[in-house]
């Protein structure tokens, strides 16, 4: 797998190895997520394997430096963004935490001339920056569609906003509260903000089921958001009286959707992300034109999909 791996990028970055061939200088990247979080070192273990495959490829050291912030904090995250402009690296990959919040150190590094690259985000608007990522409405759709059909397109729901601020979060929810808009017997009854955080997913959702204990179903807006709600279903007794369609592919959501508390999830891929993220950011680096969006797909996680 690894050798196929190497010849297929050897035949697509072939002109871009012999450019960097001419400047054997190590190359470094600094990777800012939202948030010390699972998903996110999804995202860069799929980072890292294309550092490697491109130093390898390309005989020159290329490494990418990973800098989270312990919580969503957007001074946080732009405090790291700042440090990380300090130290003048070929490239910074970002997941925004908040478009307008972000903007300003953003521009610092336009004005430094670092090349920036987003996943698992949208870029501020204007910004001419590659995005790497899911289509975030589509993902959010298919898993309110899906949770419709679970219920009758009838009862009750819950959305679980994750971080509201999030480009990709918003996108979202606008999407998953137009679907339920939809269905005349669907009535949106709560909306919870974890801030990426299972804690406090889980604690949100207790309060929600004990307020409204006709509640029939729910989706959320990020990683964390799923797996909190699935464990307060657990521990409300509530296994097949709730359904919950979640996103992504944690390893905790995964089990949930194997023990059968939660029906299914959409993931956005977070390994191929970073993965994309970093060949994007080493292209710009070379001064290469790269494309406004890279779309990773989607995935519908079942029990039935885990099982083979």
Request: a negative charge.
């Amino acid at each position: 797998m690894k050798k196929a791996l190497l010849a297929t990028a050897t035949l697509l970055f072939a002109p871009l190895a012999a450019h960097a061939a001419a400047d054997n200088a190590p190359m470094r990247f600094v990777m800012i997520p939202k948030a010390v979080h699972p998903w996110f070192d999804k995202a860069n273990n799929g980072a890292q394997a294309a550092a490697a495959l491109l130093s390898k490829s390309t005989g020159r050291a290329i490494t990418v430096e990973y800098r989270a912030p312990q919580t969503a904090d957007v001074s946080t995250q732009n405090d790291i963004i700042e440090r990380a402009i300090a130290t003048h690296p070929d490239g910074l990959i970002l997941d925004l935490l908040d478009e307008k919040g972000n903007r300003s150190t953003m521009q610092e590094a336009v004005d430094e001339k670092i090349p920036m690259t987003v996943f698992d985000s949208l870029p501020p608007e204007g910004m001419e920056i590659t995005a790497v990522g899911a289509d975030f409405c589509e993902q959010g759709t298919l898993a309110a569609e899906r949770l419709a059909k679970l219920i009758n397109h009838k009862g009750e729901v819950a959305v679980m906003m994750g971080v509201p601020t999030a480009p990709n979060h918003a996108l979202r929810a606008r999407c998953e509260l137009k679907v339920f808009a939809k269905y005349p017997d669907i009535k949106v009854v709560a909306t919870g903000i974890d801030n990426d955080s299972i804690e406090t997913a889980q604690k949100q959702a207790s309060a929600i089921m004990q307020a409204h204990p006709n509640l029939a179903g729910w989706v959320a807006c990020d990683a964390a958001g799923p797996v909190g709600i699935g464990q307060a279903i657990r521990e409300s007794d509530k296994i097949g009286k709730v359904q919950e369609v979640g996103l992504d592919n944690l390893n905790d959501m995964l089990q949930l959707i194997r023990d059968g508390v939660v029906d299914s999830s959409a993931s956005s891929r977070p390994e191929m992300q970073g993965y994309w993220a970093v060949i994007a950011a080493w292209q710009k680096a070379l001064g290469q034109k790269t494309p406004k969006n890279i779309d990773t797909g989607i995935d519908i996680i079942t029990k039935s999909t885990l099982s083979k």
